[in-house]
T-cell receptor, first 115, second 115 residues
Framework: GAVVSQHPSRVICKSGTSVKIECRSLDFQATTMFWYRQFPKQSLMLMATSNEGSKATYEQGVEKDKFLINHASLTLSTLTVTSAHPEDSSFYIC???????????FGSGTRLTVV | AQKVTQAQTEISVVEKEDVTLDCVYETRDTTYYLFWYKQPPSGELVFLIRRNSFDEQNEISGRYSWNFQKSTSSFNFTITASQVVDSAVYFCALSEEAVGNQFYFGTGTSLTVIP
């Protein structure tokens, strides 16, 4: 149980275009989802926290207009990187969990390359 | 301030050697959770263990063992008889009850096991 699917696993896009990354909880309802970013050889940094049906909470320094997060249902959260630039190239990974449950499950990550 | 510190950036060992990865954490919560994740080159996070703050019992799982010591705020991870497949980046993480289960990751330790 507690499987999180993240799609796509890899994406290459042109500078200026937008990319959508999906995070789905397959066998449970996720009241909260987290989005992390990881630059090469660095740790995972939290970008934002999203709760189903409400606006996401962004960490300091993360542009909410650039990284659009939608958590429209208890099983799906999406991260859209708008007007992507090469500096947005990174590994993005989501995690999902139920209220009161610790040990969040992580998706397999999305490697974004902006050319 | 860094909540999770992994002082060892890179470690290399020869196959069959034992290796210990250090993790020191900082929190004011009395209830918290500690985790270890393995990140192979493919990028996904592989869950290894979760330990809550009230359970200081050490744990062994095959070649893996964990030593949790609240007195020193440490949660160290030992791999016995290392194998080449153990080569990966290992992350220690902390989840505090008071902040909605957000994960704080250490900077990771890159382990290379030389055949």
């Amino acid at each position: 149980g507690a499987v999180v699917s993240q799609h796509p696993s890899r994406v290459i896009c042109k500078s200026g275009t937008s990319v959508k990354i999906e995070c789905r909880s397959l066998d449970f309802q996720a009241t909260t989802m987290f989005w992390y970013r990881q630059f090469p050889k660095q740790s995972l940094m939290l970008m934002a926290t999203s709760n189903e049906g409400s606006k996401a909470t962004y960490e300091q320094g993360v542009e909410k207009d650039k990284f659009l997060i939608n958590h429209a249902s208890l099983t799906l959260s999406t991260l859209t990187v708008t007007s992507a630039h090469p500096e947005d190239s990174s590994f993005y990974i989501c995690s999902a969990g139920r209220e009161g449950q610790y040990g969040y499950t992580f998706g397999s990550g999305t490697r974004l390359t902006v050319v | 301030a860094q909540k999770v510190t992994q002082a060892q950036t890179e470690i290399s060992v020869v196959e069959k050697e034992d290796v210990t990865l250090d993790c020191v954490y900082e929190t004011r919560d009395t209830t918290y959770y500690l985790f270890w994740y393995k990140q192979p080159p493919s990028g996904e996070l592989v869950f290894l263990i979760r330990r809550n703050s009230f359970d200081e019992q050490n744990e062994i799982s095959g070649r893996y063992s964990w030593n949790f010591q609240k007195s020193t705020s440490s949660f160290n991870f030992t791999i016995t008889a290392s194998q080449v497949v153990d080569s990966a980046v290992y992350f220690c993480a902390l989840s505090e009850e008071a902040v909605g289960n957000q994960f704080y990751f250490g900077t990771g330790t890159s382990l290379t096991v030389i055949p």
